[in-house]
DNA sequence: TGTTAGCACTCAGGTCAAACGAGTGCTAAC
DNA sequence: GTTAGCACTCGTTTGACCTGAGTGCTAACA
């Protein structure tokens, strides 16, 4: 058990050298640095060990060795120690969630340089509303022009979506306002996913010009309701590691930063409320076989769902990251509160 | 004149064959693929001229000639051929202006991808509303929460801008409505950048509640009233040009991309509403001393400016780049055509 | 039995000189 | 004015060599 013991402090040593310098780590560094009590052939032993086990990797025989992907796991799993964020950190993190700015994506701008700043990776901000959940309070159409108005839609939770709509015959003003009024009425409590649905339902019964207009309302909102936001900042940090000093490999990994599919398929973390963490192959990704991404899903009080990904390589400064991830989780919860104080 | 019309020539060819390969060009070259009547002799005086000349540099004594950023001005302000547009390229970026989707978010976003991909370079588009310019046609206040209202402002040119606003007391959707109505009828032709000025100035004669709303709207707006967008495309593109195989190279220039204010006063050419060209130290920024920028702006038919801007290396393809711009002005214009059509 | 010292061995990376070759400039002849 | 020829330059490639960090194994030690 002692050995045991051992063997998981050496590893965890290795672990925490590579992280720290991107360089293979061989026997002696960890018998001077880490362990000194123990020789180097001693820990020889026990890396050559670890590495049957399938915890480190040697690149060849005469560097030292690497963590292997399940290395990394176990150290996400076990071995993280909690790391405290400096008070400059902890106010740079709060400052995005400053109370002036309520524009969803200005926030989620900032928030992105933040992070993406104080942990020196990318990060990835998407915002997303889960429409199944949310409920409708109520509408308004506003004229633009003769034949285009603006569908407003707000739900219980406050959340607003505008979109625009092409009539097919104008519209006086006033009657706009009673049919958005009545409208209003009728569908106040509908599920959002059951609008469509609802809409229709109501023309049946209604006279010929109104029918004809809910149907245009009741064909338009399913394409255009998509309001999610998806903002990266920090792109160019990923350069600056060693691990993507090949161009090419930096131009693959950036070129997935570019593909809003492939973002978003990273950031659906199937709806966990937890922070995840996935290394190398489990990214389900190829391009992104050697790097590590962290997310972490928030729910905003306006029934948003806001979730972060930190991607670097996967020798990633997990403790740290984490420690980011929960004082954005804190700042966020405080934000609420301020906003109850203020709703007295 | 003969001779100096064979020095143009013999440069032009230079400029092409660097474009082309990014390898400095030798006198062999040119007399073989280019210039086969005369010998590689006679090519390299001629040379030798254009460098006394500041049209080439020579990295080293044995290596060939590069174009200087004086030639390549030259070559833009002169030699420049139009490059024919593939019909593929041509419907790719007739595709973004596609009728559908009206959001401008997403028109940018389409553009973006299409000139990157097309030119293979990095692609800023950035959409503002010049304020100065734009008329006021009529407004709407729309409740969200209690307290809480959107404010809708619609111009004559039919662009239109939210913003939420936050009132010091709850008010009927009904009274919402008159006071949209009221002040849409009080403001219609009143200039935007007006706008601020002549709330007040009505508020002066109104009761103390309306005067109160007045003012909060008055407030209001000008912070939030900006609505540029600002969108990248085609990072990653730059990382395949040999001159960014410096992964430090290539880290400054991603930053540039990431900052919003350079990128910003990169696409801000003073109004000017033609395609401008800025080689190397042109551009006024020190990370972009081996970068070429080709900027072009089009006004849309409500009154928003499109900027766009291609960012390359300094041995760009220009006349392809050109021409690109160009078929995004005719598409911008087809656009509007079509609109006209519908609007019969 | 676990630990350690010692030693032979491996292998990437750095250094150095030589060979190479793409290119130039100059000169002399056409 | 053009061109062939030639010496010269200089970055790049090649290969031999050395160095040093690291390993694995063995034998001795506690």
Redesign the interface.
């Given at each position: 058990m002692e050995i045991l013991d051992r063997k998981y402090r050496i590893l965890q040593a290795i672990i925490d050298d590579y992280i720290l310098t991107a360089l293979p780590v061989g026997s002696r560094t960890i018998s001077r640095k880490y362990e000194q009590k123990l020789s180097s052939a001693t820990i020889r032993n026990e890396m050559s060990d670890l590495e049957d086990l399938g915890y480190l990797d040697s690149p060849h025989t005469s560097a030292g060795r690497i963590p292997s992907n399940k290395a990394y796991r176990l150290y996400v799993d076990q071995m993280l120690q909690p790391i405290p964020l400096s008070l400059e950190d902890v106010a740079y993190i709060r400052s995005c969630f400053d109370q002036r700015s309520?524009?969803i994506e200005q926030i989620s701008t900032r928030l992105a340089r933040a992070l993406s700043g104080v942990t020196h990776y990318t990060a990835a901000v998407m915002t997303r509303m889960p429409r199944e959940e949310q409920i409708f309070s109520?509408m308004?159409l506003?004229?633009?022009?003769d034949r285009?108005v603006?569908l407003?839609l707000?739900t219980e939770s406050?959340a607003?979506t505008?979109m625009?709509v092409e009539l097919d015959a104008a519209i006086d003003?006033d009657v706009l306002?009673t049919v958005s009024?009545f409208l209003s009425q009728r569908l106040a409590g509908c599920a959002m996913s059951r609008l469509h649905q609802a809409l229709l339902e109501i023309a049946e019964g209604e006279p010929e010009e109104m029918s004809k207009l809910l149907k245009t309302l009741a064909a338009q909102d399913d394409d255009?309701m998509d309001t999610g936001s998806l903002v990266v900042?920090?792109?160019?940090n990923l350069?600056?590691f060693p691990e993507?000093?090949d161009?090419e490999k930096?131009?693959?990994l950036?070129?997935v930063?570019?593909t809003k599919d492939k973002l978003v398929s990273l950031l659906n973390t199937h709806g966990e409320m937890e922070i995840t963490v996935r290394i190398g192959p489990e990214t389900g990704m190829e391009e992104l076989k050697d790097c590590s991404v962290v997310t972490a899903s928030y729910r905003m009080r306006d029934g948003r769902v806001n979730t972060i990904g930190l991607i670097g390589p996967t020798r990633m400064q997990y403790g740290r990251v984490l420690s980011v991830l929960n004082q954005v989780g804190r700042s966020i919860y405080e934000l609420f509160d301020s906003q109850d104080d203020e709703q007295k």
């Open positions: 309520r524009q109520h308004q506003v004229p633009v022009a285009r603006i407003i707000v406050g607003v505008q625009p003003p306002y009024k255009n900042g920090g792109r160019s350069l600056s993507y000093s161009v930096a131009r693959n950036l070129s930063l570019e």
